[in-house]
Structures are given as structure tokens and as C-alpha cells.
């Protein structure tokens, strides 16, 4: 077996292919390439940000683990701080409107980050390469600068989807430091071709290299940070940062026609992975044909049905009850399908917005350790401290904002996301290590991808490629690959709209599959993005 990593940003594809040709595992090549990431789309991610792993150790017998570093809340933070900023729901019928987007927007919208210490730990637990070593390619790519490419120049033009909504641009604009650094001298984003450079995140990665991942939550970089979230009205504390902790549990485990499937757990998108493809495994899809009428209403109503299960329910563990082994249940599925079966309506409660700004890795190693790797800011605070150059999360804007639900507010709780970071086995051995940025559209692709895989009997190219829909509620959305015609047979059982995107516009698939027989590895990077996947 060779060495595949894939992921949107083909610069930081290429140092963790440089990791891999150096001698590093899948786990090394993964966190140089996530830190890389971090300078090349500053505002999907970032040391600011959080992180979630899925992990497969070859061996006898193999093992898959899973490492959650959460964005967590502030101890500032109460359960009805918000009530009185609530204008109303969103009409896109996800996330709340609140007074001077507190909880989308600026300080109050932070969450303490957890990405520093899950990277850390991750590397100390199962790689080889020293902390050092692991940050050096981000540092020169900060301190050096990249050029500038059609996808992050793009992000910064596009104005915002809806007037509920803000831009990547809205959030640079509201914080000097970042127009500072993210706008050229006359006011204007950095465009296609155009170098770009932030030696102020280069000097904070390269004290941080020199001084260890301690550093960012009890030395004198916590202090510096702690100081201008004090000043400034975050929620987040010293003591916060001082007391993070990484939460390291088993992945989530479930079957689909004979693969067994290692995914994240609550207050992630994995549960809801399973519940789909558990409703979905008692039908014969292939007999319907791929994104037929019949087969684009029956995954639907499988994912609505997910949707109508987790979005009263899924919370952080630690704080609320979570049903999971109910919702990855067969039985739960096979209640599922007996309604949909019947036609009968499924109703899909309101659930709390999330960023599309995220990204991801997977990588698979010439041992067989497989990595899938998701990591985010949100759509970033726009919030950088002076001199530190780079943003932190948004993340507060994923709970809540009324008290009484399993996902509202709370000092140190963490919130519910979409990342669905996934790696399916035979026999012990990865036969597909995906994930994907894009909110909880994260859930509805990766599902389509492994139905493409594992019922369609595509390459993992072609898997990709093909076009894809979701649905979380009222309304299915589809790219506009999908030809009208088929959407118009679709309308007649359930409301459907294209979506203004022939690739894009719904969450962004980075995979690799290993073929059963020979080891052959194929890796693919959505169509969406500007990815790629590199072999060693």
C-alpha cells in the first residue's frame, strides 16, 4: 500500500505529502497539513478554532479512536443572557436572528478554542514528528507568503446568501486588526494572483513552536489573549483557557451492508450519519437508479427523517441526555421506513444555524492508519487580538440562544455541529476515509458519497463528482446538475429547488478508498473547492 492525503487546499495537501515522503504517518502528515490550512483559509480554521478526529490504528486487532477538541462556552455565559436579543428565526428555517449578531459576530461570539491542544495531543498520542517540526511548514507559509487562488479571493468578493446572513467580508470589516492585515492599502480585498503574507500569525505559531501548545492556554500567550477578551466583553476567561481539556472517547459505531463505520459522536453529525443510512439500508437503491425521482424522495425523506430525530435531541453528552444508541438503533430505522413507506408527513423541528466555513483532511498511510480530520472556526469571530494575526471561532452562534432546549447555553458546554469526520472498515482494514466541510449538509453528502461507494459501486472519483441534494426539512435542494425534469417529477410528492451551484453549494467531500483486493489507493477532492488529492 502507498500513502494518499487529500484536502481542500492544494499547498497544504502538498506539505502533508511532504510529511509522508519525510517518513511521518498518516497522523503527522495530517496536523502539518491542518496547520497549513490555517494560514491558506484563515477564516475556515485556525488556533482559534476546534478540531474533531476519527483515527483507524492498523494492528491486530485494529483500532479506531476518535479525539474531540470542542469549542466550549465561556463560564460568562447563562442559559437566558440571550433572551431579550432574540428578533426571530431565521426564514431559511435554521439559526436565530439576534440583536447585533452577539452571538454570529465579534466577541461575544467566541468559544474557547480547543484546536492547539487536540492538535498537540493528537501528534504527541500517535505521531512521530515533534511539535516543532509539525508547525514549521505553516510558519514559513505565513512569514513567506502564498499566492492568492480563485477560491479564497472568491470567499472574500461573495457577498452574503441572504440578508439574514453575513459575508467573510462582513466579518473582516468589523474588526480593525482584521482589516489591517486582510485588505490591501486601498480598503480593497486581495485578489487572484496577489501575494499574500501574515507574519503576525508566523511570529505567534513560531513562539508557539519554541514554547509548546501550553502556551496558548496557561503561558504568556494565554495572558495576552485572556487580556483582550477581558477588556473587550468575550465570555471566555483565563481560567477557561487554563482548565481546557480535550475529551477522547470511542468514535461512533455503526454497519452498512457488511462495512462497519467509525464516526464522531454527539454533539457531532455522526449519529445522524448512521440513522440515514440505517433507514436507507432496507431499501434496494441501486433498483431505483442513481438520482432518479425515486431515489432523490426516498434518501430525502431518509435524511428528513434523521433531521426530525436529532434536532430535539442532539446536545452536548456531558449536559443533556442524548438518546444515541435510540437513533442508531434498527429499530429506529425500521419505524422510519414503515412511515415513509405509508407517505407519511415527517415534521422537522427548528434547529440552531452553523457555519458552512469549515475544512478537512483525510489521509491514509502506507501502514494502514487512516485519518479524518475536521477543523473550523465557524465562519471566524473576525475577531483577532493585536499582534497575534489570527481569528477565533464563532462558535457560540451553534447553541441556542433560549433556554429549556438540550442544546442551549451553558458554561462549558459544548454545542452541536455537522462534522461528521468517517472512516469505514472490512474486515479491519479502510475500505473509505472521508469527511467534509459544510455545516450539517456535512451529514447529507458524506451519506451520498458511501451510497455512491457502497451501492452504486463507484470509484471514489466518480463518487464525488456526482451530483447531490439535501434535505433537512421543508424543502430539498439540489445542485443544478440535477436536471429540472427529474426535479419536476420529485415535486410532485415534495417541495425541491435547485440551488444556483453546478458544484458547491452543499457541504465539500474529501476522500480516499482502498480497494478490497489489491491496496489500491484513489483519493478525491470535491469539485467545489480547489483541492486535491496526492499519492506518496
Not at 465579534?106 to 516543532?132: D, E, H, N, Q
Not at 483565563?238 to 481539556?245: F, I, P, V
Request: a negative charge; hydrophobic letters at 45%.
Amino acid at each position: 500500500m502507498s500513502a494518499m492525503i487529500v484536502a481542500p487546499q492544494p499547498l497544504a495537501v502538498e506539505e502533508g505529502a511532504k510529511a509522508l515522503q519525510r517518513g511521518g504517518n498518516a497522523v503527522d502528515a495530517a496536523v502539518v497539513c491542518a496547520f497549513a490550512q490555517m494560514i491558506l483559509s484563515p477564516q475556515m480554521c485556525g488556533i482559534g478554532g476546534y478540531a474533531l478526529l476519527t483515527l483507524h490504528l492498523p494492528g491486530a486487532p485494529a483500532q479506531n479512536l476518535a479525539l474531540d477538541a470542542p469549542a466550549l462556552a465561556g463560564r460568562r455565559v447563562a442559559p437566558d443572557m440571550w433572551r431579550e436579543a432574540l428578533i426571530r428565526p431565521s426564514s431559511r428555517g435554521w439559526g436565530y436572528l439576534l440583536k447585533d449578531r452577539v452571538n454570529a459576530l465579534g466577541y461575544t461570539s467566541i468559544c474557547t478554542p480547543g484546536a492547539v491542544k487536540g492538535l498537540a495531543t493528537i501528534l504527541a498520542r500517535w505521531g512521530t514528528f515533534t511539535w516543532a517540526e509539525a508547525l514549521a511548514p505553516a510558519i514559513h507559509i505565513a512569514e513567506e507568503g502564498f499566492m492568492v487562488d480563485s477560491h479564497l479571493a472568491q470567499g472574500w468578493k461573495e457577498p452574503a446568501s441572504s440578508p439574514e446572513e453575513l459575508s467573510l467580508m462582513d466579518y473582516i470589516l468589523a474588526n480593525a486588526e482584521a482589516r489591517r492585515i486582510y485588505l490591501r492599502a486601498d480598503g480593497s480585498p486581495y485578489d487572484v494572483g496577489d501575494h499574500f503574507r501574515n507574519p503576525d500569525y508566523g511570529r505567534t505559531l513560531r513562539e508557539l513552536a519554541e514554547r509548546g501548545s501550553e502556551d496558548f492556554y496557561r503561558g504568556a500567550l494565554a495572558r495576552r489573549i485572556a487580556a483582550d477578551l477581558e477588556v473587550n466583553g468575550s465570555y471566555v476567561t483565563a481560567g477557561d483557557l487554563e482548565n481546557y481539556a480535550v475529551r477522547e472517547d470511542q468514535p461512533l459505531r455503526g454497519s452498512y451492508r457488511g462495512y462497519e463505520i467509525a464516526t464522531s459522536r454527539p454533539p457531532h453529525g455522526g449519529a445522524t450519519l448512521l440513522e440515514i443510512l440505517n433507514i436507507l439500508e432496507g431499501y434496494d437503491l441501486a433498483a431505483l437508479g442513481h438520482n432518479s425521482p425515486a431515489y432523490i424522495y426516498l434518501v430525502s425523506m431518509a435524511m428528513k427523517a434523521a433531521f426530525a430525530d436529532r434536532n430535539p435531541l442532539l446536545a452536548d453528552p456531558l449536559f443533556a441526555d442524548v438518546p444515541t444508541d435510540w437513533m442508531i438503533s434498527k429499530e429506529r430505522a425500521a419505524a422510519w421506513r414503515s412511515r415513509i413507506d405509508a407517505g407519511a408527513p415527517i415534521m422537522v423541528s427548528f434547529s440552531a444555524g452553523e457555519s458552512p466555513h469549515t475544512t478537512h483532511v483525510s489521509v491514509i498511510d502506507d501502514a494502514g492508519m487512516a485519518v479524518a480530520l475536521t477543523h473550523s472556526l465557524g465562519a471566524s469571530s473576525g475577531v483577532i487580538t493585536p499582534g497575534l494575526g489570527f481569528m477565533y471561532n464563532n462558535s457560540m452562534i451553534n447553541f441556542h440562544p433560549l433556554p429549556g432546549h438540550p442544546n442551549s447555553i451553558a458554561p462549558g458546554k459544548g454545542r452541536t455541529t455537522g462534522m461528521t469526520p468517517t472512516i469505514i472498515t472490512r474486515a479491519g482494514r479502510p475500505a473509505l476515509v472521508i469527511g467534509a466541510p459544510g455545516a450539517t449538509r456535512i451529514i447529507t453528502s458524506i451519506a451520498q458519497v458511501i451510497l455512491n461507494v457502497l451501492d452504486f459501486g463507484m470509484s471514489v472519483s466518480d463518487a464525488v463528482l456526482a451530483p447531490r441534494f439535501d434535505c433537512q426539512g421543508d424543502v430539498i435542494r439540489c445542485q443544478a446538475r440535477i436536471p429540472e425534469y427529474v426535479c419536476a417529477e420529485v415535486r410532485q410528492r415534495h417541495p425541491i429547488e435547485r440551488l444556483p451551484y453546478s458544484h458547491g453549494g452543499l457541504a465539500l467531500v474529501h476522500a480516499i478508498q482502498v480497494d478490497e483486493q489489491t491496496g489500491k489507493l484513489a483519493g478525491a477532492a470535491d469539485a467545489g473547492a480547489g483541492g486535491m488529492a496526492l499519492e506518496v
